[in-house]
């Protein structure tokens, strides 16, 4: 029997009670060579119906350090954030690909920082959310190179580096990432979380569902009897095979939609 794992903090997040609908997405990976899913988040963001959105991590296919946000695709997304944020709550969950993004891009444009894991109050209903990747215990070597990575040493070996290195070393880990999985389908190449670690998460946490991104597997399924997750989808809009999809949480429950999309003018 696998034995047990440390437990998290788990924050809480109460809903204001005039909220209607609130929108989870994550794993858009967004990078300058990916346009169409840029374009398709921007417009989700500046024209959902939902009073919030709430991104759950790899917003970006890589984020070293928040002074990048003064590049040219970086400072687009944090100017689409910004007039996002102006409109509704925006919440953002670090993932893998972008747990530097840190209070300076967050404060500059209104975005509220969300912990991993945090507990969603909203409508009488508790909702543990969390990106996934610390529940994939089985990744032995990622689960001791996310260990690493997250050290307040490591970070400031990291971010002490000059930008333009950190750009150099981060388009080498993505180098090495796509060269291992080449030849793995979907959704193989990605590890799945662990049920039992994760039931014990949602039982410490008094949370009947959850909802998480990182495994690139969307859908619906029972964890445990009295236990259910709600996996986010992945966004590629660039590639042959395209798909993109909303979890949205209501006082009715989660229902599954397209994302919004630009309004026409007349």
């Not at 890589?62 to 970086?74: H, I, K, M, Q, Y």
């Not at 981060?170 to 959704?187: F, I, K, N, T, V």
């Not at 997750?229 to 798909?243: C, F, I, K, N």
């Amino acid at each position: 029997m696998r034995p047990p794992h440390s437990l998290p903090v788990f924050y809480e997040f109460g809903a204001p009670t005039s909220w209607r609908s609130i929108d989870f997405i994550s794993d858009l990976h967004l990078a300058a060579t990916l346009p169409r899913t840029f374009d398709a988040w921007a417009a989700h963001l500046l024209h959902t119906p939902a009073d919030a959105v709430f991104i759950l991590g790899d917003l970006f296919e890589a984020w070293v350090g928040d002074d990048s946000r003064t590049l040219p695709f970086e400072r687009q997304c944090v100017e689409v954030l910004a007039e996002a944020a102006s409109r509704r709550q925006l919440a953002f969950m670090a993932g893998n690909r972008d747990f530097l993004l840190g209070a300076a891009a967050l404060d500059a444009c209104g975005v509220m920082a969300l912990p991993d894991p945090t507990v969603l109050v909203a409508w009488g209903q508790r909702v543990l959310l969390t990106h996934g990747d610390a529940l994939c215990v089985d990744d032995a070597s990622y689960q001791a190179f996310r260990a690493e990575t997250r050290s307040e040493a490591w970070r400031h070996r990291f971010l002490t580096r000059p930008l333009a290195e950190r750009l150099r070393i981060a388009a080498g880990y993505r180098h090495a990432s796509e060269m291992r999985q080449a030849d793995d389908p979907l959704p193989a190449r990605y590890s799945d979380l662990d049920s039992a670690t994760a039931v014990a998460w949602m039982h410490a946490a008094g949370t009947a569902e959850m909802v998480h991104g990182h495994t690139h597997r969307p859908g619906s399924e029972s964890l445990a009897p009295g236990y259910k997750r709600h996996v986010l989808s992945d966004w590629e809009l660039d590639t042959a095979a395209p798909r993109a999809e909303v979890l949205r949480l209501s006082r009715d429950g989660f229902r599954r939609v397209p994302p919004a999309v630009a309004l026409q003018r007349g």
